[in-house]
């Protein structure tokens, strides 16, 4: 009996990757439906000009954060030595995300005039309310993970798994204020490109902060199953490692989903017809 609880508390535990999972699916819609809106208006030259600064932003700041997970890299070399070798590719990841939404977070503002009185749109047509809770509850389930685990980790390592998460996260609040607080443009032409620049800049940094917290978040949850093992007992005690090593995976394969949808959200807003590209 006691193995099929395990067994059914684990089915149990992975159910929230398949939510996020369908939602982020979801949301997927919701940018095809965006650059359609796009591809079919015909914006000012302010709203051209827009798009392809956007751009060039985008791909500058990305490469910076580019530099930053090399940057990682040579200090995990000195401070684990030969051991790194494990962290290389966590560490040029988090660099990348770190870049996505310090790109997001100092995007130019746009240089067209806006309507009077200035009204802006809600956070709800922007993102799933579901979405933007889930990353908020997954860096402060990664946080308050890290602080209870802070003990038994190497001092860098819990250093690492708290700023991280908590960088990303400000930086996500930060961009998200910011494509929330912007007002619409006064063209009725450029409001879809405008509507299509704040879509992808929210779902962007909901997206990679629950990357940055949900893949910590599965590691360390795995780490204290595993390493609880034995050491519990009485009755129902050995149900704990179980939902943390559930916990773990479910984590892990939410971050990773999240992780592939975020790669479609990658390429930048762009308008395509006749007009702009000559």
């Known amino acids: ?29 919701r940018r095809q439906v965006a650059g359609a809106a796009v591809e079919f208006a015909t914006p000012t030259q302010a709203g051209s000009t827009y798009l392809i600064r956007q751009a060039t932003h985008g791909r500058r700041v990305r490469r910076l954060g580019l530099m930053l997970g090399v940057v990682a890299v040579v200090v995990s070399v000195v401070l684990f030595a030969e051991a790194s070798v494990f962290l290389w590719l966590p560490a040029v990841g988090a660099g990348l995300l770190l870049g996505v939404l310090l790109a997001e977070a100092t995007r130019p503002r746009p240089r067209w005039g806006v309507g009077t009185p200035p009204r802006r749109p809600r956070q709800g047509e922007q993102v799933s309310p579901w979405l933007l809770w889930t990353m ?7 946080v308050l993970t890290a602080v209870l685990l802070a003990g038994e980790l190497d001092r860098a390592v819990a250093v690492t798994a708290l700023a991280v998460p908590l960088v990303a996260w400000l930086l996500a609040e930060v961009a998200l204020l910011r494509a929330l607080v912007r007002p619409l443009p006064a063209e009725g032409a450029d409001v879809p490109v405008d509507e299509a620049q704040r879509t992808w800049t929210a779902h962007l940094v909901v997206a990679a902060a629950s990357v940055l ?66």
């Open 1 to 29: 009996m006691g193995r099929l609880i395990a067994v059914v508390l684990f089915i149990a535990l992975m159910v929230p990757a398949a939510l996020l999972f369908r939602a982020w699916g979801l949301a997927s819609g």
């Open 136 to 142: 908020r509850a997954a860096v402060a389930g990664e």
């Open 213 to 278: 917290a949900l893949l910590p978040l599965g590691s360390l949850l795995l780490v204290a199953g595993i390493g609880l093992g034995d050491e519990v007992s009485g009755e129902g005690a050995g149900l704990v490692p179980v939902a943390l090593v559930a916990g773990g995976f479910s984590a892990l394969a939410a971050g990773l989903a999240v992780a592939g949808y975020l790669l479609s959200w990658l390429r930048p807003v762009r308008h395509t017809s006749p007009a702009l590209a000559g």
